[in-house]
Protein backbone atom coordinates (compact mmCIF):
# COMPACT_ATOMS: atom_id res chain seq x y z
CA UNK A 1 0.00 0.00 0.00
CA UNK A 2 1.46 3.26 -1.19
CA UNK A 3 2.43 6.01 1.77
CA UNK A 4 -1.02 7.61 2.68
CA UNK A 5 -3.21 6.16 0.72
CA UNK A 6 -6.31 5.04 2.70
CA UNK A 7 -7.54 1.56 2.01
CA UNK A 8 -10.84 2.48 3.62
CA UNK A 9 -11.84 5.27 1.55
CA UNK A 10 -14.75 4.00 -0.44
CA UNK A 11 -16.43 2.51 2.32
CA UNK A 12 -19.35 4.37 3.69
CA UNK A 13 -18.13 4.92 7.60
CA UNK A 14 -20.06 7.00 10.19
CA UNK A 15 -17.98 10.30 10.54
CA UNK A 16 -15.60 9.51 13.61
CA UNK A 17 -14.85 12.96 14.73
CA UNK A 18 -15.83 11.85 18.09
CA UNK A 19 -12.96 9.35 18.28
CA UNK A 20 -10.49 12.01 17.58
CA UNK A 21 -12.19 14.44 19.56
CA UNK A 22 -11.82 11.80 22.76
CA UNK A 23 -8.22 12.81 23.58
CA UNK A 24 -8.69 11.24 27.93
CA UNK A 25 -8.93 7.68 29.06
CA UNK A 26 -12.14 7.74 31.42
CA UNK A 27 -13.75 4.81 32.71
CA UNK A 28 -15.96 1.58 31.90
CA UNK A 29 -19.24 1.88 33.55
CA UNK A 30 -19.24 -1.61 34.26
CA UNK A 31 -16.16 -2.48 35.33
CA UNK A 32 -14.52 0.40 36.41
CA UNK A 33 -11.00 0.06 34.69
CA UNK A 34 -9.50 2.80 32.79
CA UNK A 35 -10.51 2.70 29.08
CA UNK A 36 -10.49 5.03 26.11
CA UNK A 37 -12.79 4.60 23.29
CA UNK A 38 -14.83 1.14 24.65
CA UNK A 39 -14.15 -1.37 27.28
CA UNK A 40 -12.62 -4.94 25.76
CA UNK A 41 -13.84 -6.71 28.28
CA UNK A 42 -17.22 -5.63 28.98
CA UNK A 43 -17.78 -5.03 25.21
CA UNK A 44 -19.76 -1.31 26.00
CA UNK A 45 -18.77 2.33 25.15
CA UNK A 46 -17.37 4.92 27.61
CA UNK A 47 -19.98 7.25 28.34
CA UNK A 48 -18.96 10.01 26.35
CA UNK A 49 -19.14 7.92 23.47
CA UNK A 50 -22.46 6.66 23.91
CA UNK A 51 -25.26 7.37 21.38
CA UNK A 52 -22.40 8.61 19.23
CA UNK A 53 -20.81 5.40 17.54
CA UNK A 54 -23.12 3.51 14.96
CA UNK A 55 -24.85 0.30 15.15
CA UNK A 56 -25.00 -2.10 12.71
CA UNK A 57 -27.89 -4.58 11.98
CA UNK A 58 -26.35 -8.54 10.65
CA UNK A 59 -28.84 -10.66 9.00
CA UNK A 60 -27.84 -13.81 10.75
CA UNK A 61 -26.35 -14.47 14.81
CA UNK A 62 -22.35 -13.93 15.16
CA UNK A 63 -20.91 -15.97 17.77
CA UNK A 64 -17.47 -15.91 18.19
CA UNK A 65 -15.10 -18.47 20.30
CA UNK A 66 -12.28 -16.94 21.45
CA UNK A 67 -9.01 -18.66 22.74
CA UNK A 68 -8.65 -17.93 26.72
CA UNK A 69 -4.87 -17.40 26.01
CA UNK A 70 -6.21 -14.43 23.33
CA UNK A 71 -5.14 -10.88 24.79
CA UNK A 72 -8.38 -8.88 25.10
CA UNK A 73 -7.36 -5.70 24.36
CA UNK A 74 -5.57 -6.69 21.08
CA UNK A 75 -8.47 -8.66 19.89
CA UNK A 76 -10.67 -6.98 17.16
CA UNK A 77 -13.79 -9.36 18.25
CA UNK A 78 -14.90 -6.48 20.74
CA UNK A 79 -15.30 -3.96 17.69
CA UNK A 80 -18.05 -6.61 16.01
CA UNK A 81 -19.49 -6.74 19.37
CA UNK A 82 -19.85 -3.64 20.21
CA UNK A 83 -20.98 -2.25 16.86
CA UNK A 84 -23.39 -5.07 16.33
CA UNK A 85 -24.72 -6.09 19.99
CA UNK A 86 -27.87 -7.30 18.69
CA UNK A 87 -26.38 -10.36 16.68
CA UNK A 88 -23.23 -10.67 17.99
CA UNK A 89 -21.81 -12.81 20.79
CA UNK A 90 -18.54 -13.61 22.19
CA UNK A 91 -17.61 -16.76 24.27
CA UNK A 92 -14.25 -17.65 25.96
CA UNK A 93 -13.12 -21.48 24.94
CA UNK A 94 -14.33 -23.83 26.33
CA UNK A 95 -17.45 -22.31 26.57
CA UNK A 96 -19.23 -22.95 23.38
CA UNK A 97 -23.29 -22.02 22.74
CA UNK A 98 -26.15 -24.64 22.58
CA UNK A 99 -27.37 -24.89 18.84
CA UNK A 100 -30.84 -25.97 18.64
CA UNK A 101 -30.71 -26.94 15.19
CA UNK A 102 -26.86 -27.89 13.84
CA UNK A 103 -27.77 -27.92 10.49
CA UNK A 104 -28.58 -23.89 10.22
CA UNK A 105 -25.33 -23.60 11.55
CA UNK A 106 -21.95 -22.96 10.04
CA UNK A 107 -18.53 -22.18 11.16
CA UNK A 108 -15.49 -20.22 8.90
CA UNK A 109 -12.56 -22.67 8.73
CA UNK A 110 -10.94 -24.41 6.04
CA UNK A 111 -11.88 -27.84 7.35
CA UNK A 112 -12.39 -30.89 5.33
CA UNK A 113 -15.00 -30.68 2.48
CA UNK A 114 -15.24 -26.62 3.21
CA UNK A 115 -17.22 -24.98 0.82
CA UNK A 116 -17.13 -21.50 -0.43
CA UNK A 117 -20.59 -19.76 0.27
CA UNK A 118 -20.79 -19.71 -3.62
CA UNK A 119 -20.72 -23.38 -4.00
CA UNK A 120 -22.74 -23.44 -0.58
CA UNK A 121 -25.51 -21.46 -2.84
CA UNK A 122 -25.01 -23.76 -5.48
CA UNK A 123 -25.31 -27.11 -3.03
CA UNK A 124 -28.41 -25.39 -1.51
CA UNK A 125 -30.15 -24.38 -4.89
CA UNK A 126 -29.21 -28.10 -6.20
CA UNK A 127 -31.07 -30.08 -3.00
CA UNK A 128 -33.95 -27.59 -3.50
CA UNK A 129 -34.57 -28.34 -6.82
CA UNK A 130 -34.45 -32.21 -6.70
CA UNK A 131 -36.76 -31.78 -3.60
CA UNK A 132 -39.32 -30.04 -5.92
CA UNK A 133 -39.22 -32.63 -8.48
CA UNK A 134 -39.39 -35.78 -5.96
CA UNK A 135 -42.33 -33.69 -4.25
CA UNK A 136 -44.18 -33.54 -7.63
CA UNK A 137 -44.04 -37.52 -7.34
CA UNK A 138 -43.20 -38.80 -3.55
CA UNK A 139 -46.05 -36.44 -1.53
CA UNK A 140 -44.73 -33.89 0.96
CA UNK A 141 -42.51 -35.59 3.08
CA UNK A 142 -39.70 -35.22 1.38
CA UNK A 143 -36.87 -33.22 3.41
CA UNK A 144 -34.59 -31.05 2.35
CA UNK A 145 -31.03 -31.41 4.39
CA UNK A 146 -29.68 -27.39 4.85
CA UNK A 147 -26.14 -26.97 4.92
CA UNK A 148 -24.33 -25.65 7.62
CA UNK A 149 -20.66 -23.55 7.65
CA UNK A 150 -17.20 -22.65 9.25
CA UNK A 151 -14.41 -19.13 9.61
CA UNK A 152 -11.68 -18.56 11.68
CA UNK A 153 -10.32 -14.84 12.24
CA UNK A 154 -6.68 -14.86 13.55
CA UNK A 155 -5.15 -12.28 15.24
CA UNK A 156 -3.36 -11.11 18.40
CA UNK A 157 -0.92 -12.59 20.56
CA UNK A 158 -0.86 -14.58 23.38
CA UNK A 159 -1.05 -14.24 27.22
CA UNK A 160 0.38 -16.41 30.16
CA UNK A 161 -2.68 -17.31 32.19
CA UNK A 162 -6.18 -19.17 31.16
CA UNK A 163 -9.05 -17.32 31.83
CA UNK A 164 -10.74 -17.41 35.32
CA UNK A 165 -14.13 -18.91 36.51
CA UNK A 166 -14.76 -20.61 33.36
CA UNK A 167 -17.42 -22.64 35.68
CA UNK A 168 -19.22 -19.48 36.02
CA UNK A 169 -19.25 -18.34 32.69
CA UNK A 170 -20.74 -21.37 31.70
CA UNK A 171 -23.36 -21.53 33.90
CA UNK A 172 -24.00 -18.04 32.52
CA UNK A 173 -24.32 -19.35 28.86
CA UNK A 174 -27.53 -19.18 27.32
CA UNK A 175 -28.68 -19.51 23.41
CA UNK A 176 -29.78 -16.30 22.43
CA UNK A 177 -33.13 -15.63 21.59
CA UNK A 178 -34.46 -14.68 18.37
CA UNK A 179 -35.79 -11.17 18.79
CA UNK A 180 -37.18 -10.59 15.67
CA UNK A 181 -38.65 -11.98 12.31
CA UNK A 182 -35.76 -12.90 9.88
CA UNK A 183 -35.61 -10.87 6.80
CA UNK A 184 -36.91 -12.16 3.33
CA UNK A 185 -33.38 -12.10 2.92
CA UNK A 186 -32.77 -14.14 5.03
CA UNK A 187 -35.44 -17.17 4.29
CA UNK A 188 -32.96 -18.03 1.13
CA UNK A 189 -29.54 -18.49 3.29
CA UNK A 190 -29.35 -22.06 4.31
CA UNK A 191 -27.91 -21.08 7.50
CA UNK A 192 -29.11 -18.67 10.55
CA UNK A 193 -25.76 -18.63 12.68
CA UNK A 194 -22.09 -18.34 11.95
CA UNK A 195 -19.44 -19.27 14.58
CA UNK A 196 -15.69 -17.59 14.00
CA UNK A 197 -12.98 -18.31 16.08
CA UNK A 198 -11.03 -15.73 17.49
CA UNK A 199 -6.83 -17.37 17.72
CA UNK A 200 -3.76 -17.54 16.41
CA UNK A 201 -3.77 -19.78 14.03
CA UNK A 202 -1.45 -21.98 16.01
CA UNK A 203 -4.39 -22.19 18.52
CA UNK A 204 -7.09 -22.64 16.20
CA UNK A 205 -7.47 -26.67 15.90
CA UNK A 206 -8.00 -26.54 19.48
CA UNK A 207 -11.05 -25.06 19.52
CA UNK A 208 -12.43 -26.54 15.97
CA UNK A 209 -11.72 -29.96 17.02
CA UNK A 210 -13.93 -30.02 19.87
CA UNK A 211 -16.42 -32.41 20.14
CA UNK A 212 -19.49 -29.68 20.18
CA UNK A 213 -18.56 -28.21 16.95
CA UNK A 214 -18.10 -31.69 15.20
CA UNK A 215 -20.40 -31.87 11.87
CA UNK A 216 -21.02 -28.14 11.39
CA UNK A 217 -20.43 -27.56 7.82
CA UNK A 218 -17.18 -25.80 6.93
CA UNK A 219 -17.48 -22.62 4.98
CA UNK A 220 -14.19 -20.64 3.71
CA UNK A 221 -14.01 -16.66 2.39
CA UNK A 222 -12.04 -15.57 -0.89
CA UNK A 223 -8.76 -14.34 -0.48
CA UNK A 224 -8.82 -10.62 0.80
CA UNK A 225 -5.59 -8.98 2.08
CA UNK A 226 -5.64 -7.70 5.51
CA UNK A 227 -5.21 -4.33 6.80
CA UNK A 228 -4.39 -5.49 10.37
CA UNK A 229 -1.85 -3.68 12.06
CA UNK A 230 -0.20 -6.90 14.12
CA UNK A 231 0.28 -9.44 11.27
CA UNK A 232 1.64 -13.02 12.29
CA UNK A 233 4.62 -14.05 11.32
CA UNK A 234 5.44 -16.32 8.66
CA UNK A 235 1.77 -15.92 7.40
CA UNK A 236 0.32 -14.88 4.68
CA UNK A 237 -1.05 -11.57 4.07
CA UNK A 238 -4.72 -13.02 3.47
CA UNK A 239 -5.02 -14.07 7.49
CA UNK A 240 -7.60 -11.60 9.00
CA UNK A 241 -8.36 -9.87 11.95
CA UNK A 242 -11.56 -11.12 13.54
CA UNK A 243 -13.70 -7.98 12.27
CA UNK A 244 -11.75 -8.27 8.85
CA UNK A 245 -13.24 -11.46 8.48
CA UNK A 246 -16.69 -10.93 9.82
CA UNK A 247 -17.16 -8.15 7.21
CA UNK A 248 -15.88 -9.93 4.02
CA UNK A 249 -18.50 -12.79 5.20
CA UNK A 250 -21.07 -10.57 5.02
CA UNK A 251 -20.24 -9.27 2.01
CA UNK A 252 -19.86 -12.22 0.25
CA UNK A 253 -23.21 -13.50 1.54
CA UNK A 254 -24.77 -10.04 0.19
CA UNK A 255 -23.62 -10.98 -2.91
CA UNK A 256 -24.12 -14.29 -3.30
CA UNK A 257 -27.71 -14.99 -1.21
CA UNK A 258 -29.02 -11.59 -1.34
CA UNK A 259 -27.82 -10.42 -5.03
CA UNK A 260 -28.87 -6.74 -5.03
CA UNK A 261 -25.97 -3.80 -5.13
CA UNK A 262 -24.02 -3.71 -1.78
CA UNK A 263 -25.52 -0.28 -0.31
CA UNK A 264 -22.79 -0.02 2.30
CA UNK A 265 -24.74 -1.62 5.01
CA UNK A 266 -21.87 -3.67 6.89
CA UNK A 267 -19.33 -0.91 6.38
CA UNK A 268 -19.77 0.10 9.92
CA UNK A 269 -18.24 -3.10 11.16
CA UNK A 270 -14.79 -1.55 10.25
CA UNK A 271 -15.75 1.65 12.22
CA UNK A 272 -13.02 1.24 14.63
CA UNK A 273 -10.90 -0.99 13.16
CA UNK A 274 -9.82 1.64 9.83
CA UNK A 275 -9.69 4.14 12.88
CA UNK A 276 -6.95 2.40 14.54
CA UNK A 277 -5.32 1.59 11.35
CA UNK A 278 -4.79 5.23 10.44
CA UNK A 279 -3.27 5.88 13.82
CA UNK A 280 -0.74 3.33 13.53
CA UNK A 281 0.00 4.35 9.88
CA UNK A 282 0.53 8.15 11.38
CA UNK A 283 2.31 6.89 13.97
CA UNK A 284 4.81 4.38 11.19
CA UNK A 285 4.98 7.95 9.48
CA UNK A 286 6.26 9.38 12.50
CA UNK A 287 8.61 7.48 13.21
CA UNK A 288 9.89 7.30 9.60
CA UNK A 289 10.55 10.99 9.37
CA UNK A 290 12.28 11.13 13.14
CA UNK A 291 14.70 8.19 11.57
CA UNK A 292 15.44 10.38 8.49
CA UNK A 293 15.99 13.77 10.51
CA UNK A 294 18.82 11.48 12.61
CA UNK A 295 20.10 10.28 9.11
CA UNK A 296 20.59 13.29 7.62
Not at 197 to 213: A, G, H, K, M, V
Request: glycine share 4%.
Amino acid sequence: MASGEDPFGCLKLASRECLISQDHRTVCPKCQLSRKYFCYTCYVLVAELEGKVPKVKLPFQVDIIKHPKEVDGKSTAAHAAILAPEDVRIYTYPIIPDFSDPSKVVIVFPGLNALSLEELSKKRQGTSDNKDKTDTTEGPNTTDKESTACHIGVEGKEKDTEVENVEEQCEKVREPPLKKQRTEEQLSTPFDRVIFIDSTWNQTYRIFNDERLKGLQCVILKDHVTHFWRHQRDKPDTFLATVEAIYYFLREHHDIFVGTAYDGRFDNLLYFFSFMFQIVQRSKQEKGKQKEGKET
